[in-house]
């Protein structure tokens, strides 16, 4: 169900518009989730967050029958509604303007920022083919969300082709690539809806479609096009040629993306008149190129100095570390010059689930008395859960799992691996399993850490934003604990749409109120860390022994007898497919 939620984050606002305020400078920061969006407005003299609200998607995530059909879905899938995003970028525009009081004419600029790898395609004016009757009930014309995996057998190929040609540009993502990504998700239109690849004009990021919504113009960024689309500064994207060996007849893809890639921060053009006088803005507000979410909190954590690790932690958790040395490492999701900031190398890792893991737990799994005693002390059944898993020792579940859930992110970069869980007995509680799952987790963070140090690059620090790093002490003690390291939670809430919305001061820059460089915003803007979370070393060293038989396991299940995982989903899509 479609909803919206406003929220004043400081004192009561009076009389905006005429009571003192039009010196003052705002900038917006939009920021498009999984399932909904949310906007906050920031005041550019303090730093605070003047308003803020959330915009829920009215079909949410697809991944079962597509809407006003009876069109199936493999499991596989997920799919989205690009009128959400439309209907979410007028709605919170509009709602932050007129909620807040503030003139138009002291709005500076919008920054925007979204999951990735989102794929929308257009035809020549720029309408998803969804939107048209004659493709509507083509699953493949509908936006493919991050999380749809129904592409990695075209991933496999694109990878092997790669190494077989010994392209270059592949050793950037650790010699792999994932289901996940752009071109992964066109070749899997191309080879099972020829039909909708042939009347695609362009294949885009939903990012840099909502840029487009607002300003008219075609662009993307370093950020989007380096990590999820091959693309490089020096080379460009892959060539012709690697793509005719892909497939026969797909040495076309490339001209079907956006071409004007721009430097994360640049100014992508002005809000167009048709979207002032729809959301009260004024028209020629500054717009920048879209952002990665987990990339785009970067500024408004102060993790950008020195290689310091960001963990951006929801649904999934988004690694992202910057350095002025490129290495091609093997395991990471890529390293892109100019990818977060300008002038770094900025390396993106990632866990395809964690926070959906323990919300799969709770909702399948968790007995009617979690509910029961939520409701009774009104609190979640999460923060029951997390009492009672809280209270157990390091290691007393004797369990221990694989954090694969959603497939593989870093190392193996593997949507095809699914979840473990070993060591149960007739003793094992919830609690047990849900502690398990949360180690799990932290196990697979240390994994990624411990490769990058193997590689060259070692984080000097270590904080974390996002959602699940408010929402639980315990995942945040145990990822500490396992890691050995403290970690530094920032006190901003928002830090996606924060950091778009820095993004946008930036690509405004000075000559229109905002700032002409990150650190200079950082420093202005963002405040200290609300938390700092200290490992317990007792605790870590048990940890480090259960952790080397997480690599045990991943390497048995994930390397030596993969086939054990790959067997089982094969059958279980034959399965599906009789049933369909």
């Not at 570390?321 to 093997?330: A, P, Q, V």
């Not at 932290?442 to 590689?455: C, H, L, P, V, Y």
Request: charged fraction near 20%.
């Amino acid at each position: 169900m479609k909803y919206k939620k406003r929220r004043t984050d400081q004192k009561t606002v009076r009389n905006k518009r005429n009571g003192g305020l039009m010196e003052k400078r705002y900038a917006i920061g939009l920021d498009y989730g999984t399932l909904s969006a949310r906007a906050v407005l920031v005041d550019l003299s303090t730093g605070e967050v003047i308003l803020s609200s959330v915009y829920g998607y009215q079909d949410a995530v697809i991944d079962e029958i597509l809407p006003d059909s009876d069109v199936r879905l493999p499991s596989d899938y997920a799919l989205q509604n690009p009128r959400d995003y439309r209907d979410a970028t007028v709605a919170l525009l509009k709602d932050i303007y007129q909620g807040s009081g503030v003139p138009a004419e002291n709005i500076i600029s919008i920054g925007i920022d979204f999951t990735a790898c989102t794929v929308v395609a257009v035809d020549e004016n720029i309408c998803p083919l969804c939107m048209l009757d004659a493709f509507a009930g083509n699953p493949h014309s509908w936006v493919k969300l991050w999380k749809h995996h129904g592409a990695q057998k075209e991933a496999d190929i694109i990878n092997n082709t790669a190494i077989a040609r010994n392209e270059r540009f592949i050793k950037r993502y650790g010699n792999t690539s994932s289901s996940e990504w752009m071109f992964a998700k066109i070749l899997e239109t191309y080879h099972k809806a020829p039909e909708v690849y042939r009347a695609t004009y362009k294949f885009m990021e939903a990012g840099n479609w909502v840029v487009w919504l607002l300003t008219g113009n075609l662009t993307s960024s370093t950020c989007m096009a380096g990590y999820k689309s091959f693309w490089s500064e020096e080379e460009g994207y892959p060539s012709n040629e690697f793509f005719e060996a892909v497939s026969p007849g797909f040495a076309d893809v490339t001209g079907k993306l956006i071409d004007n890639v721009c430097t994360v921060g640049t100014r992508a053009g002005g809000l167009t008149k048709t979207m002032a006088d729809l959301t009260g803005l004024k028209a020629g507000t500054s717009v920048a190129v879209s952002m990665i979410d987990a990339h785009s909190a970067v500024p408004a954590t102060n993790s950008g100095g020195g290689e310091s690790l960001l963990m951006s932690m929801g649904t999934s958790i988004c690694h992202i570390l910057l350095s002025k040395k490129e290495i091609l490492m093997d395991g990471i999701c890529g390293v892109v010059k100019d990818g977060v900031f300008p002038g770094y190398y900025g390396y993106e890792a990632g866990q395809a689930a964690v926070g959906d893991i323990y919300d799969w737990f709770i909702s399948y799994f968790a007995a009617g008395e979690f509910f029961e005693q939520a409701e009774t002390r009104n609190l979640s059944p999460f923060q029951i859960m997390d009492e009672k898993a809280g209270q157990l020792a390091v290691g007393e579940s004797g369990l221990m799992a694989l954090d694969w859930w959603n497939g593989n992110r870093s190392m193996l970069n593997n949507a095809n691996l699914s979840g473990l869980l070993v060591g149960m007995t007739l003793n094992t509680r919830q609690e047990d399993v849900y502690r398990a799952l949360i180690e799990s987790t932290a196990f697979g963070t240390r994994n990624i850490i411990e490769s990058m140090q193997a590689q060259g690059v070692n984080p000097e620090k270590i904080y974390a934003c996002g959602g699940l790093s408010r929402k639980s002490k315990l995942v945040m003690q145990i990822f500490a604990d396992v890691l050995g390291r403290e970690i530094t939670v920032t006190s901003i809430e928002q830090a996606t749409a924060y950091g778009a919305a820095i993004y946008g001061m930036v690509a405004a820059g000075r000559e229109r109120g905002g700032f002409d460089t990150f650190e200079e915003a950082s420093r202005t803007l963002c405040s200290s860390s609300s938390r700092v979370y200290v490992p317990n070393m007792a605790n870590h060293a048990i940890y480090t022994e259960l952790f080397r038989q997480y690599q045990l396991l991943t390497d048995l299940f994930g390397k030596e007898r993969k086939d054990v995982m790959l067997s089982l989903k094969r059958i279980r899509n034959q399965t599906e497919t009789k049933d369909a």
